[in-house]
């Protein structure tokens, strides 16, 4: 009895054991599983959703989470996530993806031809989402107050109109393109063209009369690897606003490629609203040439900058800012581009005997590197003793400098006005169009920060037609348009090559800017009195 009796434990022990194992392996196991599953459906929901983008005539992209309050346009549920086009805006639940692709048209870039020349189409109309503060067309209240997907609003001209206005007068009412019509390729005229083409016409002039004297539309280059990133932000909100063709990702096409949009337009009515740094801005420039040497100087188009690099001087030059990060909306973005100046900008060529031929492509400056290592081992020292400066064929004595810098623009270094300096001396004024270079030195670092903090001016050594930089040292660093060298003995010599068409943003003027032009024209008075 008493071994009976002590046999039951050991086995209830062991089954405790048992299923404190299985237990724990199931706690194990059982997470991992589920996370293993969930991410094969996540994967799984990945390819399909990339299928349904890579078929689509939409352009589809998927957001984690909207920036306002939205309602899938299928199902009418409001959602948190979802894929959004950013063409038409159209807004869905990952379920509805499929449906939404075949029940929605997205914006049409050229209309399908029937043989027959079209001079105008009706709205496009897209249920809820609609823009915050916008009002209706028709009782001029305000769309979208109720929470849930209501109102409607066209994908061409932008005007919203609430679901009690809407009527079927305005379904089938011509749109007339809104705020940007003029800067808007329509579908119908790039279905014209081709209709012209395949007649093998070229009377384009004949047609764009019928869009008036001041359509002058827009093609936008952006840069999607400048500076902060905003370039993909800005291409899908341009493409809502404009005809999609028009807008141009230079992460994917060249902009020599982009720019032949410029000669199915009329002549000398193209612009350019080129968004990156001054390096993306010299790359577009450097495919007008090459459009000037194929012979189609007639579609050179005028060029502006959304400043999205880090330095930017161009186009702090061109007053368009030093800098942007989405504190303008889009729209005033295109209002400026429609007010601005046409302006002409020299450009310039530089040629290193022994090294080929390197175009300044936004004629910022030449000038030879110094930075926070020079100040310890001064590499650049005793400049004059290594260097022979010519202006305009005359030899110019040089003081002791560390640096030589040649300037067509009136930035440099990231926002520095270094040829104005102080802007207490009389000199010379700087201009971007009279084909003349300044060519200034500097001491050594810490006198360029002292001229950027206007506390000392720079060693104006003249302006010229003709720069001629003769090295006679080894090797000697040396950067132009931000790509920097070292460079052995040779002749660098810089000649006015062509004229870049522009565009000046007159809008605004910074205090810096304004102080400039009044310190600048009191110079100019002084001097008249005293000659």
Not at 468 to 481: A, C, E, G, W, Y
Request: glycine share 8%; with cysteine.
């Amino acid at each position: 009895m008493e071994g009976e009796e002590n046999s039951g434990p050991p086995s209830s022990g062991v089954f405790a054991d048992c299923s404190l194992a299985f237990w724990t392996l199931c706690s194990v196991i059982l997470p991992v599983a589920i996370t293993l599953w969930c991410s094969f459906q996540r994967s799984r929901r990945q390819v399909l959703r990339r299928d349904i983008f890579r078929k689509s005539k939409h352009d589809w992209h998927y957001t984690d989470l909207f920036g306002q309050p939205t309602y899938c346009c299928v199902c009418a549920q409001h959602i948190l996530q979802g894929a959004f086009c950013n063409c038409c805006g159209l807004r869905v639940d990952e379920g509805c993806l499929k449906k939404a692709d075949h029940h929605f048209l997205c914006k049409e870039i050229m209309m399908r031809s029937d043989g027959e020349p079209h001079t105008s189409m009706a709205h496009h109309w897209i249920r809820g989402n609609v823009p915050l503060c916008s009002n209706c067309v028709v009782c001029k209240q305000q769309c979208g107050t109720q929470p849930k997907l209501c109102d409607y609003r066209c994908v061409w001209c932008q005007h919203t109109v609430h679901d009690d206005c809407m009527q079927s007068s305005l379904k089938s009412e011509k749109c007339r393109f809104g705020e940007f019509r003029n800067l808007i390729i329509p579908p119908y005229y790039l279905s014209t063209i081709s209709q012209i083409r395949k007649d093998k016409r070229t009377d384009y002039g004949k047609l764009a009369s019928s869009y008036g004297k001041h359509w002058t539309p827009i093609i936008i280059l952006a840069n999607t690897r400048s500076g902060n990133n905003m370039g993909e932000t800005l291409l899908g909100e341009l493409k809502i606003l404009l005809n999609p063709v028009q807008v141009f990702d230079l992460s994917k096409i060249s902009p020599a490629k982009a720019l032949q949009l410029c000669t199915l337009l009329p002549y000398n009515s193209a612009r350019v609203l080129v968004c990156g740094g001054d390096g993306t801005v010299g790359w577009v420039l450097d495919a007008i040439d090459e459009m000037k040497i194929k012979g189609q100087e007639r579609y050179i188009p005028q060029v502006a900058i959304l400043p999205l690099g880090t330095g930017n001087d161009l186009s702090n030059t061109l007053a368009w800012g030093a800098g942007y990060a989405g504190e303008v909306p889009v729209e005033q973005i295109l209002r400026n581009v429609m007010e601005a100046d046409g302006i002409k900008l020299d450009r310039w060529k530089v040629q290193v005997t022994n090294k080929g031929y390197y175009n300044l492509r936004k004629q910022k400056a030449v000038y030879f590197f110094y930075g926070t290592k020079d100040c310890l081992v001064q590499e650049c020292k005793d400049l004059n003793k290594k260097i022979e400066l010519e202006l305009d064929g005359e030899r110019i004595d040089l003081p002791n400098l560390e640096g030589i810098i040649v300037l067509n623009i009136g930035y440099w270094g990231g926002g520095c006005r270094l040829w104005e300096g102080m802007g207490d001396e009389p000199y010379p004024l700087a201009r971007y169009d009279d084909g003349l270079l300044e060519v200034a030195g500097v001491y050594g670092s810490f006198h360029c920060a002292q001229i950027q903090v206007k506390l000392a001016n720079p060693v104006r050594l003249g302006q010229a037609h003709t720069v001629r930089l003769i090295l006679k040292n080894s090797k000697m660093p040396m950067q132009v348009d931000g790509e920097p060298w070292a460079q052995g003995p040779c002749t660098v010599t810089i000649t006015h090559k062509t004229h870049a068409l522009m565009l000046y943003h007159s809008g605004e003027q910074t205090d810096d800017d304004a102080s400039s032009m009044s310190e600048q024209e009191h110079t100019r008075e002084q001097m008249d009195e005293d000659i």
